[in-house]
């Protein structure tokens, strides 16, 4: 699959989805930091790449309807802490992998993952 990682993940989610025989990218390694949701959905769609984020804005569904995309994943940890993120993606990431994205937003809690 393809990825990409929103300026709020922990970059060692990059590693972990690399070894796993993924490829990644991230916001930041692209210089889009701080950029609009509007250009970093763009771009995901134009590489056609799954995008990782703990932005709920992305979960607006008429503002980026899911089936526009490679794939939304939301990521609703209970901690912000950077390593209780990186804990709690870890948890998930059999789960989120295992899942056909395409066309589809995850929104993932502490409870489970809703498939929208």
């Not at 699959?1 to 390694?29: C, I």
């Not at 609703?76 to 870890?90: C, E, H, N, Q």
């Amino acid at each position: 699959m393809r990825f990409k990682l929103d300026e709020n993940m922990p970059l060692e989610l990059s590693a972990d989805l690399r070894v796993a025989g993924h490829d990644v990218e991230t916001v930041q390694g692209e210089g889009l930091t701080g950029a609009p949701d509007s250009a970093l959905t763009e771009r995901v769609q134009r590489e056609q790449r799954a995008l990782l984020t703990m932005d709920k804005g992305i979960a607006d569904v008429r503002m980026y309807p899911p089936q526009q995309y490679a794939g939304l994943v939301l990521l609703r940890p209970g901690s912000s802490g950077r390593g209780a993120v990186l804990a709690f993606v870890r948890r998930h990431l059999a789960e989120i992998l295992a899942t056909e994205l395409t066309g589809r937003l995850l929104v993932v809690t502490e409870r489970g993952v809703r498939i929208r």
